[in-house]
């Protein structure tokens, strides 16, 4: 979940190895840190992050295990092995975005699938309930690989091959498509995620070499918990003597998939198909080349699982398409290789339907209010008149806080971008647009203030006001030397105007700053400065630091390094260090050239 780099076209990759300041950054995700003792002895998957919500977040990445110094993953069990290669080999074949086909052109390959799965589905007839076939007929889906497993008769199978699989607990229907499949046992990347996935409700992040089974690892979870948790609501229904349609949330969105490229996606919904044959499950591929009208009638049966490629989605998301914006039963959701998404120059449209989705959306402006107390209480210690502004406080509190503010000369203004939204305050100097960090472990994301504020032993009634804290702690430290250095350098902080120069567009986009606001925030910036370089005026020192209402997963993908800084103690450092640079290699130019006009001469001169 963090490699960027150019664009390739194959799944080959060399993706650049987590640090653990991006692993940390993963903990934006709200995530807690727990690990699954079912990966410890697998050296092929890795994980970081789970909670216990309800539903889940999961992120599958492809690793090259030779970066990481892992063992090769030994053969993907018996009779996967001839479907791992088929499609690998096909993916291989194609190149990514450009190259897959569209959907309705995919042609002969789809037609031939279908026909095939027809054959298919009369000879499983009985098995199946009529609606199953409709459903999985419905979607075309590049299926060129799946006619061998679905060819093998359910009687020829025998169940206690399967042992590997029992203590994953998986449901009856599954472990049918599994024997169907010949998938005699789970992949590690399957055995460590299906548990924390399937029956814990944990979020995960997994990282394993291509062919190792990701999708399923996935899959499997998302399958089993859309089957356990139908199964209970007909046994509620049953006990009340209800019909089960009335109570099986049936019809919304249950599970939002998003993979680099169409390719991908087809790949997904169909293994994902093939999973849940027997279900009355329904998966679709949403994708760009595919036409409207297709489009429509894929959601029209409204699918529980959605599989598609962020340009699309976000294109129909934005367009209000009813199926992918009423997302409140949305208990799902899988980057497959994120990191790819973010390659593909996906950022924006990734981010955006990240935006929407309800588990963000709960959970972080809650945070980010708490952060903006947190930070004003911190300025407060800091002797400095902070007043918070956000959306959940009441009205009278708002413009109370707003009049002080505006009353003050010196005075600072926390406040969340939703609640700063429209406020125009004459005399304001600067205004800090900032990505509030989510994890006290991030180092290395951490603010000024967090940063130096860790090193204050902060002993607090957990009964008192935010008011009477930050009095008592005055108080308590009033004498300590180091607050006065803390606040002498935050005096010096407030008395300096922004360098504009400093801003990287990409960071300010990345941490979700719309390219209005990033302009408007530059622009001020700007004026700012010249207004500082004119008057010379160091009394004027109101500032206006605004949380960023919105979360940043995406930036955990990224890798760090393009941030807005403000430190001109590095950014001299890094100057002389280019400096040094350029010299160095000026004289070894001139080395060089001096050497071969030596050459020259003693050639010249008869070579002694
Ligand atoms: N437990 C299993 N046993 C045998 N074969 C499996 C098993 N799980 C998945 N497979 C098969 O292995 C192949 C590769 O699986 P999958 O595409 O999920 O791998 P991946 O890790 O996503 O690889 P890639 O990075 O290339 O996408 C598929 O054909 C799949 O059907």
């Not at 998986?170 to 299906?194: G, N, V, Y």
């Not at 992918?324 to 994120?338: C, I, R």
Request: charged content about 35%; proline content about 4%; overall charge neutral.
């Amino acid at each position: 979940m963090s490699s960027v780099g150019p664009k390739k076209k194959q799944r080959q990759r060399n993706p650049s190895k987590p640090d653990a300041g991006q692993l940390s950054r993963l903990d934006s995700l709200r995530w807690t840190s727990s690990l699954p003792d079912a990966g410890d002895d697998d050296p092929f998957s890795s994980f970081a992050g789970l909670n216990d919500f309800e539903g889940g977040v999961l992120s599958l990445e492809e690793i090259d295990a030779s970066e990481y110094g892992l063992e090769l993953l030994e053969e993907i069990p018996k009779g996967g092995n001839k479907q791992k290669k088929q499609t690998k080999r096909k993916r291989e074949e194609s190149n990514g975005d450009d190259v897959v086909e569209e959907e309705d052109a995919d042609g002969e390959a789809v037609k031939e699938a279908k026909k095939s799965k027809k054959k298919k589905k009369k000879k499983t007839k009985k098995a199946k309930k009529p609606e199953e076939s409709k459903d999985n007929e419905e979607e075309p889906v590049n299926v060129a690989n799946t006619n061998e497993k679905t060819d093998v008769e359910e009687d020829e199978v025998d169940d206690s091959e399967y042992h590997a699989w029992y203590e994953l607990r998986l449901h009856p229907l599954l472990m049918k498509s599994i024997c169907r499949l010949k998938f005699k046992e789970p992949t590690p990347i399957q055995k460590a995620c299906i548990p924390a996935g399937a029956h814990q409700g944990k979020d995960v992040i997994g990282a394993a070499e291509t062919g190792s089974g990701k999708t399923l690892a996935f899959g499997i979870p998302i399958l089993q918990r859309l089957l356990d948790e139908r199964e209970k609501f007909e046994r509620q229904a049953a006990e009340r003597g209800e019909a089960d349609e009335k109570i099986v949330s049936k019809g919304f969105l249950r599970a939002l998939i998003i993979t680099p490229t169409r390719e991908l996606a087809l790949q997904v919904t169909d293994h994902l198909k093939q999973m849940a044959v027997g279900t009355d499950v329904k998966v679709v591929p949403i994708v760009g080349g595919m036409s409207t009208e297709k489009q429509e009638r894929l959601l029209k049966g409204r699918p529980e699982i959605v599989v598609g490629t962020p340009g699309r989605l976000w294109e129909l998301m934005s367009g209000g398409e009813i199926h992918l914006v009423e997302l409140h039963s949305l208990s799902f959701f899988v980057l497959d290789e994120a990191d790819r998404m973010i390659d593909n120059g996906h950022f924006q449209e990734l981010q955006s339907i990240i935006d929407m989705l309800p588990m963000v959306r709960e959970g972080h402006a809650e945070d980010t209010e708490n952060s903006l107390r947190h930070l004003s209480s911190l300025m407060k210690i800091l002797n400095v008149n902070a007043w918070t502004l956000h959306a959940q406080m009441q009205q009278r509190a708002r413009l109370k806080a707003i009049d002080r503010f505006r009353g003050s000369d010196h005075g600072i203004l926390v406040a969340t971008d939703v609640a700063a939204r429209g406020l125009d305050i004459p005399g304001v100097r600067t205004v800090v647009h900032y990505q509030l960090p989510h994890s006290a472990e991030d180092k290395a994301d951490q603010s000024w203030f967090q940063r130096n504020a860790e090193s204050i032993e902060l002993m607090v009634d957990e009964n008192d006001s935010e008011d009477e804290r930050a009095n008592k702690i005055r108080k308590k430290k009033a004498s300590s030397a180091q607050l006065k250095k803390l606040h002498q350098e935050l005096n010096s902080l407030l008395s300096r105007p922004l360098q504009p120069k400093t801003f990287s567009s990409r960071y300010l986009a990345g941490a979700g700053i719309s390219p209005l606001l990033q302009q408007q925030f530059e622009e001020l910036a700007k004026q700012k400065l010249a207004d500082f370089g004119n008057r010379g005026d160091t009394n004027k020192r109101k500032m206006v630091v605004i949380g960023q209402d919105c979360v940043e997963p995406l930036q955990a993908l990224r890798s760090s390094g393009q941030e807005i800084s403000m430190d001109t103690k590095g950014a001299a450092e890094k100057r002389r260090n280019l400096d040094n640079l350029r010299r160095k290699r000026k004289e070894d130019k001139r080395r060089l050239h001096d050497q071969k006009r030596k050459e020259k001469k003693r050639l010249k001169n008869g070579g002694d």
